[in-house]
């Protein structure tokens, strides 16, 4: 069996999803042309030597439907031997789509794959595909499904962790998302977006608020209580009957915010590297899914990290730097708490609550913070993890080369 190797990895930053974001402008397969285009160039890449590329979308319809991946390849003028994978594993596609493109690499069947991902969430509004957990009442009631933030806010009241709690740790995401932009951190790694007159439309991350202040912060409304009225807070407390009430916690400054975003990562084996002249920057050497509790639902961390650790022999203390994805802040301070780490390793430099969540490339963004961040430190061993809809975990570790 031979070793996956993470040669290169890029990405975008972050424009505000909304129609007067700066990204708004920019088509999803633009903006996944842009990472393509920049693995290319960066590493002088001869893509006939591509076997795949696999792309996570979560909103797979209209400009992001139809094989985004196979049509991006050729609108960027590569190789037409280049293959092209969809994939939609909810908020962890682009993580899965590493993980896959690893396996295809172990398996010895291929040598050199692209995964990532792409959203462009003020285009293709989240949910516009639809699907019978969310749209279908029927479904909804026999699984007991409920939405994200309800979800949240149901882990928060469990844990029984505070307001100021949740705020805490969105503005510690918010200085550190702030200081590493300041000071130059994400610029090795992310590629501007230029428009169809090559001039730059964004360059750097839109949705971080660097002014934010706690006292800010604990003054905005509860997002998910409405909804919870509606009868889902009922649901989630037939599931867990001793709870009395869900306290609704999370706001728009403690949950991850609505972005458009792109990231590729190039992933090969040693002798691809080797014939190709790249260096081998990390080996993934554990991957895992899982399956979790569909009411909770954002705790899926917590199994699939135990499983891809299990896999390598290793333990939680083992593990260097953490990219835990802060779809809310609660489910990645129950992970905290769980494993027992040290909150300076994790998300160091910030994460979705401060630049936002561009679901389905959002777990490529975050393996590129990893390696980067274990370069910079000199650091060894890291580990991705994030929780998704409908109760899933998935979970990848690398070994810096």
Known sequence: MKDAYILDLVRTPRGRGKVNGSLHEVKPITLFSTVLKALKERNHLPTEYVDDIILGCVTPVGEQGGNIAKAAALYSDWDERVAGLQLNRLCGSSLEAINLAAMKIRSGWENLVVAGGVESMSRVAMGSDGGPLMFD??????????????????VATLNGYTREDLDQYA?????RATKAMSDGLFDASMVP??????????????????????????????????????????????????LEKINHLHTAGNSSGIVDGASAILIGSADIAKQLNLKPRAKIIAASVVGSEPTIMLDGT????????????????????WEANEAFAAPVLHFIDHYGLDIDNVNVNGGAISMGHPLGATGGMLMVNLVDELERRSLSTG????CMAGGMGVSTIIELC
């Open 302 to 321: 917590i199994p699939s990290t135990k499983k891809a650790l299990s896999l390598v022999g290793m333990k939680a203390s083992d593990i260097d730097l």
């Open 383 to 386: 580990m991705v993890t994030m």
């Open 193 to 242: 977006v230029f428009d169809m007159n090559q001039l730059v439309v964004l360059d750097k991350e839109e949705h971080l608020r660097s002014d934010s202040t706690l006292e800010g912060l604990s003054v905005l409304p509860a997002a998910f209580e409405k909804q919870g009225a509606t009868g889902f807070d009922d649901m989630a407390i037939m599931k867990y009957p001793f």
């Open 171 to 175: 503005l510690r995401s918010i200085q």
């Open 137 to 154: 009442p029927a479904v909804n009631a026999k699984v007991n499904y409920i939405p994200q933030g309800v979800s949240a806010d149901l």
